[in-house]
């Protein structure tokens, strides 16, 4: 029991175009983030002296701004991503449900 409008998306070019473009930018931002994330962890595992030393005069050490880089790093990806997909992915999903609901 298959719906023909499911099958005619899913045989649909641009949704194949969609699929592509959707699933390897997400790959490609969480390989990102994941780098990001897992390299400041190693970070903290492997150079507690790096990130324990002060910056200036104050109490503040090189390992605070990092992680708050981390978190600003996650903030500006979740951004790009959305950006792009208010742009470009939904412009595609437009076109292909209106060429199969046709």
Same mark, same amino acid.
């Given at each position: 029991?298959?719906? &023909? !409008? ?6 649909? &070019? ?9 699933? @390897? %930018? @997400? ?21 507690? $002296? %790096?990130?324990?030393? &002060?910056? @200036?005069?104050? !109490? /503040?050490? !090189?390992?605070? $701004?990092?992680?708050? @880089? ?5 903030? !500006?990806? /979740?951004?790009?991503?959305? #950006?792009?997909? #208010? ?5 595609? /999903? ?6 199969? /609901?046709?």
């Amino acid at each position: 029991m298959s719906d &023909p !409008v499911v099958d005619k998306i899913q045989n649909h &070019p641009k949704y194949k175009e969609l699929r592509a473009k959707r699933g @390897g %930018f @997400g790959w490609f931002l969480a390989v990102l983030m994941l780098v990001v994330y897992y390299g400041y962890i190693a970070l903290i595992a492997f150079n507690k $002296p %790096f990130l324990a030393q &002060p910056i @200036g005069a104050g !109490v /503040t050490t !090189v390992g605070i $701004p990092l992680g708050m @880089g981390v978190i600003i790093f996650t903030i !500006v990806i /979740t951004g790009i991503y959305v #950006n792009r997909a #208010n742009s470009e992915y939904d412009a595609l /999903t437009k076109e292909i449900l209106e060429d199969a /609901t046709k």
